[in-house]
């Protein structure tokens, strides 16, 4: 069975504080996505990981891709309330962009 | 840039009535989505369309569900007859040829929030 699991699900942190996501899935693929939900909000892409290895930053969020431990991360730095949102991962195991997504990570960062 | 327009952004139907959603997707985007999303759950992919032909309909429940995409653009998601477990996000998303590009993202509309009583 094809499976995305993210963990933790949810996660209260302080502002200032790192941290990290993770994304396991259960079968190979080096296609990997994440994207960020506000609440009522739409899904926006963050990142796009296509190869062993990949690692993509955008401000203070980074993400990797280890295909071989089939693993991906979602690694916060000095985390700010504008990042509380809720955080997917997605994995395309076909290669045809039908995507299995994981239950999501809901993210709350305190002053 | 427009983004991927949906209408109507809530419903309330009872269960066993019928109804329909509406997504137009991002100009020149050949590729359209219709996800399901519930409560404290990632999207689940129901239909898939490439220009006006479906890719996959395999997590699309046939006996109740419906889908179309007249000439490649505009596309409408029907249910009919509803159930509660009906009751979910709908989301259109669309996206340029993943074919072609294999960096290519989904673009997302802000969905239909359906429920049903």
């Known amino acids: 069975e094809l499976k995305v699991e993210q963990n933790p699900l949810f996660l209260s942190m302080q502002e200032g504080k790192n941290y990290t996501i993770y994304c396991n899935y259960s079968t190979t693929s080096d296609r990997l996505y994440w994207y960020r939900q506000d609440p009522g909000k739409s899904l926006e892409s963050l990142f796009v990981l296509l190869s062993n290895g990949a690692v993509k930053q955008e401000g203070r969020l980074m993400a990797s891709l280890d295909t071989k431990a089939r693993l991906s991360t979602l690694h916060i730095t000095a985390a700010v309330h504008d990042l509380s949102a809720t955080y997917f991962c997605?994995?395309?195991?076909?290669?045809?962009?039908?995507?299995?997504w994981g239950a999501g990570t809901k993210l709350i960062i305190k002053p | 840039e427009a983004g991927v327009a949906q209408s109507p952004r809530y419903k309330i139907i009872e269960k066993r009535q019928s109804v329909a959603f509406w997504c137009n997707p991002i100009s020149g985007h050949a590729t359209l989505y219709w996800y399901q999303q519930i409560l404290g759950q990632g999207p689940k992919l129901l239909i898939q369309?490439?220009?006006?032909?479906?890719?996959?309909d395999s997590q699309l429940p046939k006996d109740r569900f419906s889908a179309e995409r007249l000439k490649g653009v505009d596309s409408t998601l029907k249910i009919q007859p509803a159930k509660l477990e009906d009751s979910a996000v709908y989301l259109c998303?669309?996206?340029?040829?993943?074919?072609?590009?294999?960096?290519?993202?989904?673009?997302f509309g802000s969905g239909t929030q359906l429920s049903v009583l």
């Open positions: 998303a669309s996206s340029l040829d993943p074919r072609r590009d294999r960096g290519e993202k989904l673009f």
């Open positions: 997605a994995v395309d195991f076909w290669s045809n962009y039908q995507l299995i």
């Open positions: 369309f490439q220009n006006n032909g479906v890719v996959d």
